[in-house]
């Protein structure tokens, strides 16, 4: 008999699945918060279940999270993990442990359909989506692997969507994974503790908006249609002007600002008159802005700007009443800054 992977399965889901096997709804909930505490690998270990219900799960049911196939750690902390899907697929999460804050970037598919002409997932083109379980895996794997590891009092509090895939093209698993990872019995990470990162897909902005309370991290790098589009194909579908309207109108309360990305990328969006048309265009939206110095790799010739440029630019936005940081390339050694996740293992 085929097993069900309980891994995919919201609360309800899993209590339709337990009310199926002709179960009381309550066992729903019971079986759910197990799943999520730390290092359950078996249905035995669910001492409340009755050895009854135990057995029949082990026999209708299974919940095997995406494997960790790979461990890389870089001179500065960082870590990246790589995991090796059922069909051989293989996707990465990184690490980034900061002075009280450890953050998990996860990815939401297999490679990427958007085409960003300087990002390496993009190159790769679009293998499919994760599944809910394979999302919210990353983050349970990872816990575990911290709890295990002695040598580390790392507690995993933060999340970002800024790994391999545009999480608002896989939307309907995005929200099941973010309905697992914030629930209080699942993994009760905090909304305010995960941003969803989108290179501008206007209609899932709104529907982000309106369905759940994350925070918001938009990929912008330039707000001039003409290199925006050169840089992501996107832009020919939501051009800035739509992309901002639905910054400007996405729900506030509790989020406080949304976060917009920008590449810097030497001699194509860095002047000081790209800041100030950017501070014009921003000035309505409660935001702020993460300068990205563009991540080199071989495959693409792209540039970072110099350090002169990078600090120029952000000065002229501050002057401008902006909270900008400068987002340091974690990880560059182990290729797991922005970037550079490229899943080199798939097959
Ligand atoms: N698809 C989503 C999330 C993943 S990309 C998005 O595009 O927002 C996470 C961030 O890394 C994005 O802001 C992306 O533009 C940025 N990025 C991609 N390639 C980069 C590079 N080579 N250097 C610096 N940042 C890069
Ligand atoms: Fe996809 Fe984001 Fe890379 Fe663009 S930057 S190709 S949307 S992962």
């Known amino acids: 008999m085929n097993k069900t992977d309980?891994?995919?399965?919201s609360l309800s889901q899993l209590t339709d699945f337990v009310e199926s096997l002709g179960l009381p709804t309550y066992r729903g909930s019971q079986i759910f918060a197990w799943l999520y505490r730390p290092n359950i690998t078996d249905f035995s270990q669910m001492t409340d279940l009755t050895k009854d219900l135990r057995e029949t799960l082990a026999t209708r049911a299974s919940f095997d999270w995406p494997e960790i196939a790979d461990v890389e750690r870089s001179k500065d902390g960082t870590v990246k993990y790589g995991f090796k899907l059922k069909d051989n697929n293989y996707i990465e999460s990184v690490l980034i442990p900061e002075e009280g804050r450890n953050t998990l970037c996860v990815s939401s598919q297999v490679g990427c359909a958007m085409g960003c002409e300087f990002c390496l997932t993009g190159g790769m083109g679009f293998k499919r989506n994760l599944s809910p379980g394979e999302i919210v895996g990353q983050v349970v794997r990872v816990r575990n692997w911290l709890h295990d590891?002695?040598?580390?009092?790392?507690?995993?509090?933060?999340?970002?969507?800024?790994?391999m895939g545009e999480p608002l093209a896989n939307f309907d698993n995005l929200l099941v994974a973010l309905e697992i990872l914030t629930y209080q019995r699942g993994l009760n990470f905090s909304d305010r503790r995960i941003t969803v990162s989108t290179c501008g897909l206007v209609p899932k902005i709104k529907e982000l908006g309106q369905?759940?309370?994350?925070n918001?991290?938009?990929?912008?790098?330039?707000?001039?249609?003409?290199?925006?589009?050169?840089?992501?194909?996107?832009?020919?579908?939501?051009?800035v002007a739509e992309l901002l309207e639905a910054c400007k109108n996405f729900p506030m309360p509790k989020r406080k600002r949304i976060m917009f990305e920008y590449i810097l990328i030497k001699d194509l969006n860095d002047s000081i008159s790209d800041?100030?048309?950017?501070?014009?265009?921003?000035?309505?939206?409660?935001?702020?802005?993460?300068?990205?110095?563009?991540?080199?790799?071989?495959?693409?010739?792209y540039q970072r700007p110099s350090d002169k440029k990078i600090e120029l630019f952000q000065k002229t936005l501050w002057k401008a009443g902006y909270t900008v940081l400068v987002r340091s390339s974690r990880?560059?050694?182990?290729?797991?800054?922005?970037?550079?996740?490229?899943?080199?293992k798939s097959s």
């Open 149 to 163: 590891d002695e040598d580390t009092e790392l507690v995993l509090n933060n999340l970002v969507f800024m790994g």
């Open 211 to 214: 369905k759940t309370r994350v």
């Open 216 to 239: 918001l991290a938009v990929s912008l790098h330039s707000v001039d249609d003409s290199a925006r589009s050169k840089l992501m194909p996107i832009n020919n579908k939501y051009p």
């Open 331 to 344: 990880g560059s050694d182990i290729s797991a800054a922005c970037g550079q996740l490229a899943g080199k």
């Open 6 to 9: 309980l891994t995919d399965f």
């Open 275 to 301: 800041a100030e048309i950017l501070a014009e265009r921003l000035k309505d939206i409660p935001c702020k802005i993460n300068l990205l110095p563009y991540n080199e790799t071989s495959a693409l010739s």
